[in-house]
C-alpha cells in the first residue's frame, strides 16, 4: 500500500535517514522500533511531507507522493498521528472532532465522527470540554479519533501510547489491533513499548541511527539477536 | 457634535483598526504598520465617490470593503508572504510593512494631487463632517460608526464559532502544524485574516473624515493610536484589542480635552497621540502581555485579601 525507495530526509542541513526502504502491507500492522533519536518519527514526518526529502521516493498506491503537501495527502486518505500537540487544547472536543474532517462535506462528517465516537464511545460525554482540560489518555484517545475521522485506510501513529499508564496504553493498543481486524485499516506504528507492540504487528523494522537494521515478520524480530541487544541497550 | 461623542465614535473607528491589527497579528505574526494606510485608503475610496459621483460615503462603505479587502490581501500575497517563505524575522517583516505604508502614502499624495485636478477642488485635506445629521438627537455617524462595530463583531463571532471555516481559523492560529494534518489550507486562513483586517480598516477610514480632518499623512498619525490598542488588549486576543480600542480612544479624546479646559490652553489639544505613546509604554512596562494577560483570578483574590 506505501512504500519508501532509497528514502534519504532530514530537516534542512541536518540529514537523519539514510536509504530507508520499507513498506507497508494493506490491512497489516507494522511496526517501527528503535532506541531514542533514530530517526522513527523523522520517517512517519518525511512520508507525510514534514521533513525534508534528499532524495528518494515515497510512493502510495503505486502513485508517487513524494512531493504532495501534506493536506492532498490528508485527502489522499493518510491520516497523520504527531507524537506531541496532536490535539487543538484551545477548542472543544467537538471542534477538534470538525476540524479533523475540514476536507469532507456534512454528510459525510458526521458519519465519520458518529464511526470514531463508536471507536471512542468515552468521547460522547467530553463533547463540550475543551481539549486541553482532558487527561493524558484521554488526549490520547481524541488524538487518534480524530486520525478516524479524517476518512483515512492508512494511520501513522507516532507512540500513541506515550506517558500512559500501562492500563491505558493496554487500551489503545486494543484499539488498535481492532481498527485493523474489525474496520480493515492499514496502521504505520511508531513505539516504544516495544514487546507489546510487536505482539500486535505484523511486520516490523528496527530503525538505528537513521539505517534499517532488521526488516521481516513482527515476532521474527523478538527473537532476532539484533534485537536481544537493543533491549540490553535499552536497560 | 460633543466632546464625548467624538471620542465613542473614535473609539468605535479604533477598535475596527486593532481588531484588524490583533487579526493578522495572530495568523501571520506581522506587526503591520501600514495599518493606518489601509484606513486612508478608505478614506479616499469615500472621497473619489463623493466627488466625482455624488455617492454618500455611507452608501460607499461596502465598495469600501471590498477594495480595501483586496489592498490587505495583496499586500499580504505580494510582500509578506514571499518574505515569510524565506524565512523573514519579525523585524524584517516589521520594517516591510514600515516600508509598504510609506510607497502607500507616497501614492495617497499623488492620487490627492491628480483627484484634485480632476474635480477643481482640494483633495490634499477633507472632512465630511457637513455631512453630519442628527438622528434622535445624536449624530448619525455615531450610530453608523457603532452599528458597523457590533455587525462586525456579531459577524466574527459566528464566523469563528460557529462555521468550519472559522474553526479552521481558530485552529491555524493555535497550531499550524497540525491544522496542516487535518488537511486545512492553512494559507487560505492566513491570507482570508489580511483580506479581512484590510476591509475592516477601509471600513473605519470611510468613517473616520466624519470626525476628524483627513490628510495623506493621517495614516501616520493614527497608527500610534492602533497599536495603543492592540497592545493594551495583549495583541493576540479578539476580545482584548476592541476593550483597547475604547480605552484608548476614550483617553486620547478626554485626556486631552481635559487639560486643555483646565489649562485655558486649546493648542493642547494637538497632542492626543502623547497619550496613546504613554498607554503604551506604561502597558509594556506593568503589563507586557496587556489585558488579556492578567490574571484576573489572581488580581481579585489579591484584591479580596485572600
Ligand atoms: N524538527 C527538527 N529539527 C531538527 N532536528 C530534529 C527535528 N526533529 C528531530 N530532530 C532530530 O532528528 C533526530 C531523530 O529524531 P526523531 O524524532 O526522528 O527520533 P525518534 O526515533 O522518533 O526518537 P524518540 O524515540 O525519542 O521519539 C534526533 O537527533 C533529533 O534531535
Ligand atoms: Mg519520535
Known amino acids: ?235 | 457634535m460633543g466632546v464625548v461623542e467624538g471620542a465613542l465614535i473614535y473609539s468605535n473607528l479604533l477598535a475596527l483598526l486593532a481588531l484588524g491589527l490583533t487579526l493578522t497579528y495572530m495568523t501571520t505574526a506581522v506587526p503591520n504598520f501600514a495599518q493606518g494606510s489601509f484606513a486612508v485608503f478608505g478614506s479616499y475610496i469615500a472621497l473619489t465617490l463623493l466627488r466625482l459621483f455624488g455617492i454618500h460615503p455611507y452608501k460607499s462603505l461596502p465598495i469600501a470593503f471590498v477594495l480595501g479587502g483586496l489592498l490587505g490581501a495583496g499586500s499580504y500575497l505580494l510582500i509578506l508572504k514571499p518574505l515569510i517563505r524565506r524565512g523573514a524575522n519579525v523585524v524584517t517583516l516589521m520594517i516591510a510593512t514600515l516600508a509598504l505604508d510609506l510607497i502607500l502614502l507616497g501614492f495617497r499624495g499623488i492620487y490627492a494631487g491628480i483627484l484634485g485636478k480632476i474635480t477643481r477642488q482640494p483633495c490634499e485635506m477633507f472632512m465630511f463632517s457637513y455631512l453630519v445629521k442628527p438622528v434622535f438627537g445624536v449624530p448619525d455617524i455615531l450610530l453608523v460608526s457603532s452599528l458597523v462595530i457590533v455587525l462586525t463583531l456579531l459577524g466574527l463571532f459566528f464566523l469563528l464559532y460557529k462555521t468550519k471555516f472559522g474553526i479552521a481559523l481558530r485552529a491555524s492560529v493555535e497550531n499550524p502544524m497540525l491544522s496542516e494534518i487535518m488537511g486545512v489550507d492553512v494559507e487560505k486562513t492566513r491570507l482570508f485574516s489580511w483580506f479581512l483586517s484590510g476591509a475592516l480598516a477601509s471600513m473605519a477610514g470611510v468613517l473616520l473624515p466624519f470626525k476628524q480632518e483627513i490628510v495623506p499623512a493621517t495614516a501616520e498619525l493614527v497608527i500610534v493610536s492602533i497599536f495603543a490598542s492592540s497592545i493594551v488588549g495583549g495583541l493576540s486576543s479578539i476580545a482584548g484589542a476592541i476593550l483597547g480600542g475604547y480605552i484608548v480612544g476614550m483617553s486620547e479624546s478626554l485626556i486631552t480635552y481635559y487639560l486643555s479646559v483646565v489649562t485655558g490652553n486649546a493648542g493642547l489639544l494637538v497632542y492626543g497621540k502623547v497619550v496613546s505613546l504613554v498607554i503604551i509604554v506604561v502597558t509594556l512596562l506593568v503589563a507586557p502581555r496587556g489585558l488579556a494577560g492578567i490574571r484576573w483570578r489572581k488580581v481579585i483574590r489579591w484584591r479580596s485579601g485572600r
Open chain 1, 1 to 235: 500500500m506505501l512504500r519508501t525507495e532509497k528514502l534519504n530526509a532530514g530537516y534542512g542541513e541536518l540529514h537523519i535517514l539514510f536509504d530507508v526502504d520499507a513498506k507497508v502491507n494493506e490491512k497489516e500492522i507494522t511496526c517501527v522500533v528503535g532506541p531514542n533519536g533514530s530517526g522513527k518519527s523523522t520517517l512517519l514526518k518525511a512520508i507525510f511531507g514534514l521533513a525534508t526529502i534528499y532524495s528518494g521516493k515515497v510512493v502510495f498506491r503505486n502513485e508517487d507522493i513524494t512531493k504532495t503537501p501534506p493536506h492532498e495527502k490528508t485527502k489522499m486518505g493518510i491520516a497523520y498521528l504527531p507524537q506531541t500537540d496532536n490535539v487543538f487544547v484551545n477548542l472543544t472536543v467537538e471542534e477538534n472532532l470538525k476540524i479533523a474532517g475540514y476536507t469532507l462535506d456534512k454528510e459525510e462528517l458526521k458519519d465519520r465522527i458518529d464511526f470514531a465516537l463508536e471507536v471512542f464511545p468515552e468521547l460522547k460525554y467530553q463533547m463540550k470540554r475543551k481539549a486541553g482540560t482532558l487527561s493524558g489518555g484521554e488526549r490520547q484517545f481524541l488524538a487518534i479519533a480524530t486520525a478516524l475521522v479524517r476518512k483515512a485506510e492508512l494511520l501513522m501513529l507516532d507512540e500513541p501510547t506515550a506517558q500512559l499508564s500501562p492500563k491505558f496504553a493496554e487500551v489503545i493498543f486494543q484499539k488498535v489491533v481492532d481498527l485493523r481486524d474489525k474496520y480493515g485499516l492499514t496502521i504505520l506504528l511508531v513505539e516504544q513499548n516495544v514487546k507489546r507492540a510487536l505482539e500486535i504487528s505484523d511486520r516490523a523494522y528496527m530503525l538505528i541511527s537513521g539505517r534499517v537494521v532488521f526488516e521481516g515478520k513482527a515476532e521474527d524480530l523478538m527473537h532476532h539477536e539484533k534485537f536481544e541487544r537493543f533491549c540490553i541497550g535499552l536497560q
